[in-house]
């Protein structure tokens, strides 16, 4: 069937899920940006720059942005954010979650009537029951 992890920072979720979501301001990096500037910009650093100005230099080597992620098939879909930021208002950007969840759920439950067998029926009752389906099975 299909994988769905919800993952604080997606390093897991990117790597085996079967569709993978981000949120339009968020990042995905091996290395924090502030940690990539100490280690490969550490003469400027040295010479008196300071870090927040070799910050998009960082930025730009790591490229950890959802759209890059989208041209190298890291990200399937972004998700829209509030104006100011996901943390600025959890319940619109749970709903938001909520409902790509359920769209992505109900595609899988679209296939699976087709006769390829993505869910089994016991969870496809399940997820009916908690409302998290919207097709009539």
Known sequence: GPLIIVDRDGSLAMQVADKAFMLENAIYSVIAPESCCRIIFHRRLSAGEDI?????????????????LKQIGLVDETLPEPEKG???????????????????????????????????????????????????I
């Open 52 to 68: 927040e100005e070799v910050l998009p230099d960082a930025l730009n080597i790591l490229r950890p942005g959802v759209e890059h």
């Open 86 to 136: 996901a943390h600025t208002d959890y319940d619109l950007t749970c709903e938001v979650i909520k409902k790509s969840l359920i769209k992505t759920l109900n595609e899988y439950v679209s296939k699976s009537r087709k006769g390829k067998k993505l869910i089994k029926p016991s969870i496809i009752k399940k997820l009916k029951e908690k409302k998290i389906i919207i097709w009539e």
